[in-house]
């Protein structure tokens, strides 16, 4: 998962300055990941720590310290459903392989409720399991955003990227893996 990690990050047209959202940290191994790489960023994942998983806010915590980036980093319970926080508080949203486990959910309204919380200006990498299934038609939503005034609104094939070939990440039942980038 590091490659992936690097590949979600490297995408993130972050000046490394301001607050990071980290949409279903899970184990916190993504928000530590951007706590070193720009080391002036504040970073603050959330998740609902569901017990299957094995993850908590303990456990990612725990994992900061371990980084040496706890003073920038935090973690706390939060619904990707319905975000607690007002419009227009991050500077940059990364999530990754975090929405298609929300059952019943519309993953495009996932993605808005995500990007509503994202300054004007402010950067995203949402990656996921794209499958057409699950998200419909991708490539129409990043038209939607463009027609709704987000810039360089791209969608980046990570299974290829990450994994090196489709098929090697479809062995990981990550053969769907897509990442939607941009800015606000």
Same mark, same amino acid.
């Given at each position: ?11 993130? &047209? ?7 959202? &980290? /949409? ?22 959330? &998740?609902?720590?569901?017990?299957? $998983? ?27 459903? *319905? ?13 990754? $392989? /975090? $929405? ?14 995500? +990007?509503? /919380?994202? *300054? *004007? ?12 299934? +699950? ?14 005034? $987000?810039?360089? /609104?791209?969608?980046?094939d990570t299974a290829t990227e990450a994994f090196g070939s489709c098929r090697r990440a479809a ?12 800015? *606000?």
């Amino acid at each position: 998962m590091e490659q992936v990690h690097q590949t979600v990050l490297s995408h993130l &047209d972050f000046d490394g300055k301001g607050q990071i959202l &980290d /949409v279903g940290c899970g184990s916190g191994a993504l928000s530590i990941r951007a706590a070193l790489v720009w080391p002036q960023a504040r970073v603050l994942g959330i &998740d609902a720590w569901p017990p299957a $998983y094995n993850y908590s806010q303990r456990m990612c915590a725990k994992n900061a310290k371990s980084e040496g980036v706890s003073g920038r980093c935090r973690f706390q319970r939060g619904d990707a459903n *319905k975000l607690d926080f007002p419009d227009g508080r991050f500077d940059a949203v990364v999530s990754n $392989y /975090v $929405y298609h486990n929300i059952t019943g959910a519309d993953r495009q309204a996932l993605l808005l409720e995500t +990007l509503r /919380v994202l *300054k *004007k200006g402010g950067v995203f990498a949402l990656n996921d399991e794209m499958k057409p299934r +699950l998200y419909g038609d991708m490539e129409a939503f990043a038209q939607k955003l463009r027609d709704m005034g $987000y810039e360089d /609104v791209r969608l980046i094939d990570t299974a290829t990227e990450a994994f090196g070939s489709c098929r090697r990440a479809a062995m990981m039942m990550l053969g769907a893996s897509r990442m939607l980038v941009g800015r *606000k």
